[in-house]
């Protein structure tokens, strides 16, 4: 059923019975005053007391098919066929806390975030996963084409899911090659969104392997080069700015020489972001002209719809209902009243 809220419109079918119930039982009652109901049986011959009934019954039955055409009844008889031929996409996103800082509104995390989401509406077949990393990576979302779940799994990301800080690009890239598995082709695609400040030596090495394989690495950089002290919370209450160990602010840059060395590696572009675009469409560009690949054929159930036929009903027990009379019918006095 597509509309299944439409069913508690059958609670004023009772409504509609019991003021029915009540108006006959008060035109009863008014008739009474003018004499007994045999004697104005007599005199009002033509009048038939079971045609109002019915006609009430048909306009009943009227409404209760309307409600279940409106609740639209589904089957599912036919099935279709279903191919998807898309891109792989993998977005690794840094969650380091250097990623807290607000040189970007409301601080580069968020904002990289909403750039995702923004990519995963613009998505048309083409698979996504998301990789978050810091002293360590993690699988936050496997490749899927469930856009909803990415979305949801996108809002979710926070500093605080990866454990162990520090910026370990290698170990993302690494990662996200694995999450291909082991099929050839030039349709898979991973994309560094960080502020570069990485902690290893081994993330352009990681980017040269996964790119002999067949997947190009892209880089977006985001922060600005003159830095921004980095927000401490407690409670998320704002309580000041990251200090090191002789007590000096720590300011966080942008290394864009470190992602540029990566995406030359990985045989991709690298971007930086601005406050008005993070780069995440203008990569999409290029993935849209990469190679495809067929996906898994699935059989999906396209249920048929059933409304038609209940509105079809619902017409015809109308035109009975208002093309009965409620005068007795000439043969119906032949047949119960003969001379």
């Known amino acids: 059923m597509e509309n299944i809220e439409y069913l508690y419109a059958i609670g004023i079918i009772p409504v509609i019975v019991l003021i029915y119930l009540l108006n006959r039982k008060w035109r009863r009652k008014a008739l009474k005053k003018f004499g007994e109901m045999n004697i104005l049986s007599l005199m009002m011959p033509d009048v038939s007391n079971i045609k109002p009934i019915q006609k009430f019954i048909l306009f009943t039955l009227a409404m209760l098919f309307l409600i279940f055409g409106l ?50 509406d613009k998505l048309n077949n083409d698979r996504i996963g998301i990789i978050v990393f810091a002293g360590e990576a993690y699988v936050q979302l496997p490749i899927t084409t469930d856009y909803a779940a990415a979305k949801l799994f996108s809002e979710n990301i926070d500093c605080d899911v990866v454990p162990t800080q520090g910026t370990v690009i290698s170990a993302a890239i690494e990662l996200a090659g694995n999450s291909f598995g082991s099929e050839e082709g030039k349709n898979k ?22 790119s002999e394989k067949g997947t190009v690495v892209h880089c977006i950089g985001i922060g600005s080069p003159e830095g921004s002290p980095i927000p401490t919370y407690k409670n998320k209450v704002h309580t000041g700015f990251r200090k090191d160990r002789e007590g000096n602010t720590v300011v966080t840059k942008l290394d864009e020489g ?43 159930t396209d249920y048929e719809d059933r409304f038609q036929l209940f509105i079809a009903i619902t017409l015809f027990l109308l035109i009975m209902e208002i093309t009965l009379t409620t005068r007795t019918s000439k043969w119906w006095v032949k047949m119960f009243k003969p001379d």
């Open 189 to 210: 695609a991973i994309i560094v969104i960080s502020d570069g400040e990485s902690h290893d030596d081994d993330a352009v090495a990681a980017a040269r392997s996964v």
């Open 258 to 300: 470190a992602l540029e060395e990566i995406a030359s590696a990985g045989g991709g572009v690298y971007l930086r972001a601005s406050q008005g675009e993070i780069g995440l469409l203008s990569l999409q560009e290029r993935i849209n002209k990469m190679e495809k690949k067929m996906f898994d054929s699935k059989m999906y």
């Open 71 to 120: 609740v639209n009844p589904q089957i599912g008889s036919k099935l279709e066929e279903v191919k998807r031929e898309g891109s792989d996409i993998v977005v690794c996103l840094d969650v380091s806390n250097s990623m807290k800082a607000e040189d970007f509104r409301p601080n580069r995390l968020e904002k990289a975030k909403q750039a995702i989401e923004k990519l995963i």
